[in-house]
Structures are given as structure tokens and as C-alpha cells.
């Protein structure tokens, strides 16, 4: 009985052998198995870990570049800004040295001619005190003086039109009121008597001989006299009323040819009417 129990022992065993070589261990659920399907996820769950880690990096490197475009942009809008400030501040300068140097030119020009005048005042009694400014003057004239070098220059292209008042004044002879007057009226009084001259020598001959041969001499001889007028007053208004320092004289040559014209024309024109209606 032993050796058939053996037999069927080995014989009921023999058939497990062959299927377990045919398949491997089919029925396995110990802890083997646990560990051939955790091998199993473990490729897959480090694959999908792998997959959202890909996506995290290219959002980040997204964010990245639109922080760089956003940074680049504010670098080049504040260096615009700043390159306009600068360009700015380089106009500025540059006006602000004209300024600078046109005052400097214009006073000296002012101190050249304010000396001439004080030396002339002087020739002529003024006391030297009346030649000091003030000190109410001089808080006034720095006062305007502070606004920088383009208020400096307006304040002494205005004392140049004080020292070029002052000139005219000095220079007028024995006419300081007229030479203070605008130059077309005070050179009409030099042009106007100098053309009413001649046509009054002309009226008065014709009422005292008639259409005589002495009228007819005068209306001859007057036809060139308002040249000789013109040119009578260009000389006085020069002697009268000349410029100052480097100036030229405002002799207003149309208004006086115009003055030394007209008076002319109207008497002959009536004097050769009235000669021929006698």
C-alpha cells in the first residue's frame, strides 16, 4: 500500500510539474503578485508623473518670456523718456548760452556808450552825484535782473533804448524837446517851410505884376526848386537832428520828397491857369 500510495502520490504530483511548466505560476495572488503588479504600475505611474511634469515646465517657461517682453518693453518706453529729457536739457543749455553770451556783447555795448554820455555831462555842468544811481535804482534793476540771463538781456536791450533816447537828446542843438519827437513830424518842420518857400515867392510875384514877363520868370525858375527843397532839407535834418553813436539819421526821404513835391505843383498848376485865363 505504501508504494502505491507513492505511485499515486508521484502520479497525481507528475501532472502539477507539467502545468507548471507549461504556464508559470498562473494562480498567484501572495505577495509575489503584489509585487509583479506594482512592477507593472510603476513604469506607467512614473510615465504620467513624466507627462505632468512636461506641462508644468512649459507653462513656466510661457510665463517666463512674457515677463522678459514685459520688462523689455518698460526699458525701451523709459529710455524714450529719458532720451527726450536729455534732449531737452540740451536745448535748454544751449539757449540759456546765447542768452548768456548776447548779454555780455550788449553790455558791453551799454557801458561804452553809458561812459561817452557821463563824460559829455560832465562837459557840460552836470554834477557827478545826479551821475550815481540810487539805491532804490539799483533794488529795482536787480529785482528785474533775477529772472536769469534772458531777463538780464531784456533789461539791457531796454537801457540801450534809454542810452539811445539819452543820445539824441544830448546830440539835438539847441532842440532837445523836438529831438524826442517821432522823425516824420519833427522832419516835416524842416521839410515844410523849405517847400512853401518857392511857391510863395511865386503867388506873391503873380498878384504884384500880373501875367507878366516877372510871373512867367518865377513859374520857369520854380519847377526845379523842389529838388532844390529836397536836397535844402535832407542837409538840415542831418545838421538838426543827428543819430547817435553808430547810428544813421532818420531823415525820411519819401515823406520829405512828397512835402517838397506837392506845394510845387499845386501853385504852378493854379499860376498857369490864371496866366491863361488872362
Do not use: K
Not at 495572488?29 to 512614473?46: E, L, V
Not at 533794488?139 to 538781456?153: D, N
Not at 519847377?223 to 538840415?236: D, H, N, R, S
Amino acid at each position: 500500500m505504501t508504494r502505491g500510495g507513492a505511485r499515486t502520490t508521484a502520479g497525481q504530483s507528475a501532472p502539477g510539474r507539467q502545468r507548471s511548466g507549461a504556464d508559470p505560476t498562473p494562480e498567484r495572488t501572495g505577495p509575489a503578485g503584489q509585487a509583479d503588479t506594482a512592477g507593472q504600475a510603476g513604469p506607467a505611474g512614473q510615465a504620467g508623473t513624466g507627462g505632468q511634469a512636461g506641462t508644468g515646465g512649459q507653462a513656466g517657461t510661457s510665463g517666463d518670456a512674457d515677463a522678459v517682453a514685459a520688462a523689455w518693453t518698460e526699458y525701451l518706453a523709459a529710455a524714450r523718456q529719458l532720451d527726450g529729457v536729455r534732449r531737452d536739457a540740451a536745448t535748454a543749455a544751449g539757449e540759456q548760452a546765447r542768452s548768456v553770451q548776447a548779454a555780455r556783447e550788449e553790455l558791453t555795448a551799454v557801458r561804452t556808450r553809458l561812459a561817452s554820455q557821463e563824460a559829455r555831462l560832465r562837459e557840460r555842468g552836470v554834477p557827478p552825484i545826479s551821475l550815481v544811481p540810487t539805491p532804490p535804482e539799483l533794488t529795482e534793476a536787480a529785482r528785474t535782473m533775477a529772472g536769469g540771463p534772458a531777463a538780464v538781456l531784456a533789461a539791457l536791450r531796454a537801457a540801450r533804448g534809454r542810452v539811445d533816447a539819452a543820445d539824441a537828446t544830448l546830440s539835438a542843438r539847441g532842440l532837445p524837446r523836438l529831438a524826442a519827437w517821432p522823425p516824420h513830424l519833427r522832419n516835416l518842420l524842416v521839410y515844410g517851410p523849405l517847400a512853401l518857400l518857392v511857391p510863395a515867392i511865386q503867388v506873391a510875384l503873380f498878384v504884384a505884376t500880373g501875367t507878366g514877363a516877372a510871373s512867367v520868370a518865377a513859374l520857369v525858375c520854380g519847377l526845379p526848386m523842389p529838388a532844390v527843397a529836397f536836397a535844402a532839407g535832407w542837409i538840415g535834418v542831418g545838421r538838426l537832428f543827428p543819430p547817435p553813436e553808430g547810428g544813421r539819421v532818420a531823415r525820411t526821404a519819401r515823406l520829405g520828397a512828397l512835402v517838397c513835391l506837392v506845394p510845387a505843383v499845386l501853385v504852378s498848376a493854379g499860376l498857369l491857369l490864371a496866366m491863361l485865363a488872362g
